[in-house]
């Protein structure tokens, strides 16, 4: 038996100018926008963020890359060494007291995209993954340096620990705690990953620092 081939037209819904009049379009449109938005229709699912800074897209990503480096620019991550699995990371987040993370750098130099597979208590699955891209900012915004982005989305183990044997204490709040606070606390992280860039890049300063001994010894 042949099937005919589906086309455009046996697709409900889609908003196209064989069908919709560019006037229809910008109606369609403003009724969609609005002077405020929700926090939780905004940042409900995913949380993206985006900075200019002023230092050369392959240094910025260069200094992504570099997992050691997440110790200068986060806020928490703290005391990174490599575990017994090639590749694989093993942290302090004082976000919370006791806790372990673990994290694997995922970079791509020709799209110069980093993206860190994370998650607390076990680094059997890595689901936290921070996503975050590098683009020249002459392309994009017509002057020099970088737009860095970044994007979480909400795994539906930020809502459930999915260990929670690992737990070190009952009392430990959970990361999924957080999720309302992710715009604003990633947007402070990212001021301190401009900050660092712009200030090594302006005073002619190593961009790049290498790991100190206890992270760059494999157990």
Known sequence: MTTAPS??????GLIRVETTTPAELTIRCAEMTRDSYPHQQVYGTYCTIHQHVDCPPEAAFDYLRQGHHLEEWTFSLREFAY???????QGDDRL?????IFGRVVANADAMTVDYHCAWDQGDTLWMIYLMR???ASLVLGRPGSLITWTNCRH??????PHPSLTPAPERPWVGD??????AGHTIEMGNLRAILEHRHRNGLAINVPPTPA???TP
Do not use: E, K, M
Not at 7 to 12: G, K
Not at 96 to 100: F, G, H, K, L, Q
């Open 178 to 183: 957080y999720w309302d606070l992710f715009y």
């Open 156 to 161: 539906p183990y930020y809502v459930r620990n």
């Open 134 to 136: 590098v683009v020249p």
């Open 83 to 89: 575990t017994s699995t090639p590749g694989l990371w």
């Open 7 to 12: 086309t455009l037209a046996d697709i409900p």
């Open 215 to 217: 992270q760059s010894v």
């Open 96 to 100: 919370a007291p006791n806790t372990r």
